[in-house]
């Protein structure tokens, strides 16, 4: 088996070859000779073997340690991230010098102040080894932020040479463009070392991490009142949300999981609203939502540290405890789900759902995912099938003479896994509020509904469990209708199913069950088309298209 000391004795030789190829490159352009070049370039080619090697040696290292400690895993991973990086600026002074020979003048970029640029690139360069030793994440944060540096020189460099080329008169445009050929490819090494520090810091932290997340989450901790060393800090990605946040579950070290807490970062204006809403959440039903113990703001991100709720999403207990947990889950869970309904009801409210217009606008993104799921035209002897493009026109227009009798505060995203159920207090809780709003509650029983059902689970005695869910919530809501005197709800339910089968097609690649849930979508579409807006009350819901 390949040793790890002669993986990383290659990682050496690389990074100092690296180191010597930028140093030579400055050389060149201080004094350009044609030998000089030369032998740069012939040394490109020692560089990309020893970044092959060493990528061989990654690989074998990773598949032939079974079993292998996951800091071992990501240390390998991390020396083949920056190999590849360092190759690639070795790449960049090749393609530097070769630059050189379209100068009409070899000495034109002198009038330019080239050598700030080396410096950072050297001084990060030169970081990589005493980094390596040292494991520190402040270090590799060091690295990281030569890229910020010399993104801003290079600015400086574009702007004067943008400004020469409007005042000569094109004269030297020729030497224009080449030298800013040559700052872009030095502001592009720093793009290089920005990916070294990263790959440090995630060999480091076990977590990938952007730096601006990393920050992020130093401030927000600092804001908590966490003073300790963030090597103190266990990461664990624990969801790509397809809202574009970043979550991860943060616990220190310390093994209190009082002290755990999930960091989430994203676009400002999620974040703002989703911690707007946990304000509103809490205020109403003080523990129903996570506590927010941070929060901080930079440019267009925003980041907050939340609570981390003990107990299980409702998805894991459907499918993973026992049917006397799952019975107790959903009793506490439509129990706080009338709680909330009625504290928060507004008779004098009445919107129109809105389902069928949100459904078109994402329709491009369903298509994307499964082209031919969109039927078109069809004329099948004298009988006419529009396209489903044209009935969801058709949809709209029905849908606005429809008005919902009240409303009520939502979760806005009520999936299994945004419900968290506390076993020991008997409890529910919710998690990821960013579109809670206060809105038709059909909205979140038609996500519930559709939520059980689309989960790609076909062993039968768990579909089972998901079918005897679906049947409970959906007669849960009817009740609730009922005693509400809400006639239309059979109505509003089709056109809220009709969007989240069709929507929640752009998330399942198995074919044939995206087409399932979009023939159902389809269906309860041309019932609703077929019975027209005049006696909502009068619909007949199918409720067999609910259970797979």
């Known amino acids: ?186 502001e592009r090494i720093g793009d290089a070392l920005l990916n070294v520090g990263e790959a440090f810091i995630f060999a480091f932290l076990g977590e990938k991490i952007k730096i601006h997340q990393f920050q992020a989450l130093q401030e927000t901790l600092s804001q908590a009142g966490y003073e300790g060393s963030l090597s103190e800090i266990d990461f664990e990605s624990i969801w790509g949300g397809r809202s574009g946040c970043r979550i991860r579950r943060v616990k220190n070290t310390n093994p209190d999981p009082s002290k755990e807490v999930i960091f989430k970062e994203g676009q400002k204006e999620k974040i703002q609203q989703e911690r707007d809403n946990i304000d509103r959440w809490s205020d109403l039903f003080p523990g129903i939502a996570p506590h927010v113990v941070g929060y901080n703001e930079g440019g267009n991100y925003a980041s907050m540290l939340v609570e ?96 919902a009798p009240f409303t009520v505060l939502l979760h806005g995203d009520c999936n299994l896994n945004n419900v968290v159920y506390d076993f020991e207090e008997q409890r529910i809780r919710f998690i990821d509020l960013y579109r809670s709003r206060q809105a038709d509650y059909i909205q979140d029983v038609s996500v519930f509904l559709v939520s059980n059902f689309r989960m790609p689970i076909f062993e039968p005695s768990l579909r089972a469990r998901l079918n005897w869910t679906i049947r409970h919530f959906y007669h849960f809501a009817r009740g609730f209708a009922a005693k509400h005197g809400d006639t239309t709800f059979s109505f509003r339910l089709a056109l809220g199913l009709c969007r989240s089968f069709l929507t929640s097609t752009r998330f399942e690649l198995d074919t044939e069950f995206a087409y399932e849930m979009a023939e159902r979508g389809g269906y309860l579409l041309d019932r609703l088309l077929e019975h027209g807006s005049k006696h909502q009350e009068e619909f007949t819901f199918p409720e067999a298209v609910l259970y797979y």
């Open 308 to 403: 981390f709720l003990p107990g299980c999403t409702l998805d894991e207990v459907v499918l993973t405890t026992e049917p006397e947990q799952v019975r107790n889950a959903l009793f506490v869970f439509e129990q706080t789900l009338v709680d909330v309904w009625e504290d928060t009801i507004d008779p004098q409210d009445h919107p129109s759902p809105g389902f069928i217009k949100q459904l078109s606008g994402r329709l491009d993104k369903i298509q994307q995912v499964h082209p031919g799921i969109l039927t078109p035209h069809k004329r099948i002897g004298r009988i006419t099938i529009p396209s489903l493009r044209k009935r969801l026109e058709q949809g709209t227009a029905l849908e606005q003479a429809v008005q």
């Open 1 to 186: 088996m390949i040793s790890l000391e002669s993986l990383e004795e290659n990682f050496r030789f690389l990074t100092l070859e690296v180191a010597n190829q930028a140093r030579a490159t400055r050389d060149i352009l201080g004094k350009p000779e044609k030998e000089l070049v030369e032998r740069l370039i012939a040394r490109d080619d020692y560089i990309d073997n020893l970044k092959t090697i060493i990528e061989n040696k990654c690989f074998s290292r990773i598949h032939a340690e079974e079993g292998a400690e996951q800091s071992e895993s990501n240390r390998i991973r991390a020396i083949h991230i920056i190999c590849v990086n360092l190759e690639r600026i070795a790449d960049h002074c090749v393609n530097i010098v070769r630059q050189i020979k379209h100068f009409s003048d070899p000495t034109f970029l002198h009038r330019y102040e080239f050598h700030s640029m080396f410096n950072l690139i050297q001084s990060g360069l030169d970081m990589i080894l005493p980094v390596q030793r040292s494991q520190k994440v402040a270090q590799a944060l060091t690295i990281c932020k030569i890229e910020h540096e010399l993104d801003n020189q290079y600015k400086e460099r574009f702007d004067q040479i943008q400004d020469e080329m409007r005042a000569q008169h094109n004269a030297d445009v020729g030497d224009l463009i080449t030298a800013l050929f040559i700052f872009r490819y030095l």
